[in-house]
C-alpha cells in the first residue's frame, strides 16, 4: 500500500514538473530539418547587439556556472569525464563515423570557459560504477534507421536503433532551431552561440542523471561528435517514448487517467533544458507576476527578494489546464465528481500549493479503492444471475466506453456487486466474465457479454448469465 501511495504521489509530482508544457517525450516543434541540409554560411563575426562578443561569453558563463550549481552534490553515481569520439552523421548519406581523433585546442571568447566543460561532481559518465548510464560513441557504431522526431526550441531529436536491436532516443542542438539562429544573428559568432545552446543540452543531461525516478525519463549516455564546422557537438543518448495525445488521454478509463497512465504504463518527464529550481528573484510584488493566456496571478515578493512559490504556482496552473480540467473529472465515477471539481476550481485559481492539492487526490484514490465511493444500491428489481465457475464467453461481445479493451466491453469493478449494477444499467448486458487480472488499484478486470450461447472451460474466469425468468 505504502508502495502504491508512492507511486501516485510520484507521478503527480511529476506532472507538476511540466510547468509550460514541459513535453512529455517527444512532441514535435519547429520544422524539421531536411536531410543533408546546410544551415547555410555562418555570418562574419561582427559587433552584434548588447556588447557584442562580451555579452556572448558572459551568457555563456551564466549557463555553464548554472550547469555547475546543478552538478554540485558531492560525488555521485556516474561521476566523469564524458567520452569524447565522433559519432556517425545522422543525416542520410552522410560520411558516416570518422575514427576518434583526439582532443585539439579550441579558441576561447574572452571570459568563457572552455569547451567541451567536465560535466562534474555527480554528472554521469561512462564506465562509472552504479547505476549510472554506460552507452557512449563505441555504441553508436553501425546504429541504423535513424529517423527525425522531432525539434523545439534549442533541440532535435532522432530516434536510431542500436546493434542489439534496442530503440533510442539522441538529443542534439538543432542547427536549424530558434535557439542557435537567433544567437547569431545577434552575435555573429556561431560556435560561441553553438556552446550557448549545447550548456542547456549539458544541464538536462546532469538533470536526467540527478533526478532518477520512473517518472523521470533515463539517460543513458552521450558522445561528442564534430558535425558541420562546429567541434565537439554533444549528443545525448536517453529512452525512446512517446508523446502524450489528449484525444488518447481522453479515450481511456478514469482510473488509468488519474494515474496518467502512457503507453508501458508509465508517465516520464523529459525536456528539462529550461527547468529551474532556483525563485525568481524580485524588488516588489510587481516582479511576481505569472502570465498566462487566460489570466494572471501576483504573488508576494518575500524579504529574501524571492517570488514565493512562484515555480511551484507555475507547474501547478499548467497541471490545471492542461491536464486537470480535462482529465479528472471527465467519466469520473458520479460521487466523486464534487471532490474533483473542487480539486479543479481550487488549483485553477491557485488557492492550493501542491502539498494540499496531492492529499486531496490520495483522499480520491483511497475512495475509489476502498469501495467507499459506490453509490448505496439496494438488491431489489436486481435480476438473478447464475454462477459458471471455470468458465468464459470466448465471443459476444459490445462495445462500452470507456473500455480497457478495444471491440469488447472490459471495465473494472470493485466487487461482484458492481459488476451486477453495471451489466444492469447497460440494455445489452446479458452475461459478464470476471477474470483474475487487476488494475493498478487492485480492482478486477470484468467483459460484459451479449449473450451466453457458448460458454466454454477457463480455469483463470468465472462468467455470471442472467437467469430466464
Known amino acids: ?61 551564466a549557463r555553464y556556472e548554472e550547469v555547475q550549481r546543478y552538478s554540485r552534490g558531492g560525488p555521485g553515481p556516474g561521476a566523469g569525464r564524458p567520452e569524447r569520439r565522433r559519432l556517425m552523421d545522422l543525416a542520410p548519406g552522410g560520411p558516416g563515423l570518422q575514427r576518434p581523433r583526439p582532443p ?17 561532481p555527480g554528472s554521469p559518465g561512462p564506465g562509472s560504477s552504479g547505476p549510472g548510464p554506460r552507452l557512449g560513441c563505441a555504441a553508436l557504431r553501425n546504429v541504423s534507421g535513424a529517423q527525425y522526431v522531432g525539434s523545439g526550441y534549442t533541440k532535435a531529436v532522432y530516434r536510431v536503433r542500436l546493434p542489439g536491436g534496442v530503440a533510442v532516443a539522441l538529443k542534439a542542438v538543432d542547427f536549424s532551431g530558434h535557439d542557435l539562429g537567433s544567437c547569431v544573428r545577434e552575435f555573429g559568432a556561431r560556435r560561441g552561440c553553438y556552446r550557448l545552446a549545447a550548456h542547456k543540452l549539458l544541464k538536462e543531461m546532469v538533470l536526467l542523471e540527478r533526478l532518477r525516478h520512473p517518472n523521470v525519463l533515463q539517460l543513458y549516455g552521450y558522445c561528442y561528435q564534430d558535425s558541420e564546422d562546429i567541434p565537439d557537438t554533444l549528443t545525448t543518448i536517453t529512452e525512446l517514448g512517446a508523446p502524450v495525445e489528449m484525444i488518447q488521454l481522453l479515450q481511456t478509463s478514469w482510473e488509468d487517467r488519474f494515474r496518467f497512465v502512457l503507453v508501458d504504463g508509465e508517465l516520464k518527464v523529459t525536456d528539462l533544458d529550461d527547468a529551474r529550481v532556483e ?33 511551484e504556482k507555475r507547474n501547478l496552473y499548467n497541471a490545471y489546464r492542461f491536464f486537470f480540467t480535462y482529465l479528472l473529472p471527465h467519466s469520473a465515477p458520479s460521487s466523486l465528481r464534487p471532490l474533483l471539481d473542487s480539486i479543479v476550481n481550487a488549483t485553477g485559481e491557485l488557492t492550493w500549493g501542491v502539498d494540499e492539492t496531492l492529499a486531496q487526490l490520495e483522499k480520491v484514490l483511497h475512495l475509489y479503492r476502498s469501495g467507499q465511493y459506490l453509490q448505496n444500491s439496494t438488491e431489489a428489481g436486481r435480476a438473478e444471475y447464475q454462477h459458471l465457475p471455470g468458465s468464459t464467453i470466448p465471443q459476444e461481445d459490445y462495445g462500452c466506453w470507456p473500455s480497457y479493451h478495444h471491440g469488447s466491453c472490459l471495465l473494472s469493478v470493485f466487487n461482484l456487486a458492481e459488476a451486477v449494477d453495471i451489466c444492469e444499467s447497460h440494455a445489452q448486458c446479458q452475461a459478464f466474465v470476471v477474470t483474475n487480472q487487476t488494475t493498478w488499484t487492485g480492482r478486477q478486470l470484468v467483459f460484459f457479454k451479449t449473450g451466453w450461447s457458448h460458454v466454454v472451460p477457463d480455469p483463470s474466469k468465472t462468467t455470471y448469465v442472467r437467469a430466464s425468468g
Request: hydrophobic share 30%.
Open 279 to 311: 525563485e525568481t528573484p524580485c524588488t516588489g510584488s510587481a516582479d511576481c507576476t505569472l502570465e498566462f493566456p487566460a489570466r494572471n496571478f501576483t504573488l508576494p515578493c518575500s524579504a529574501q527578494g524571492w517570488c514565493e512559490a512562484m515555480n
Open 1 to 61: 500500500m505504502r508502495r502504491r501511495r508512492a507511486a501516485v504521489a510520484a507521478g503527480f509530482c511529476a506532472s507538476f514538473l511540466l510547468g509550460s508544457v514541459l513535453n512529455v517525450l517527444f512532441a514535435p516543434g519547429s520544422e524539421p530539418p531536411r536531410p543533408g541540409q546546410s544551415p547555410g554560411p555562418s555570418p562574419d563575426p561582427g559587433p552584434g547587439r548588447r556588447g557584442g562578443r562580451g555579452e556572448l561569453a558572459r551568457q555563456i558563463r
Open 104 to 120: 585539439r585546442a579550441r579558441p576561447l571568447l574572452d571570459g568563457a570557459p572552455g569547451w567541451p566543460p567536465a560535466p562534474g
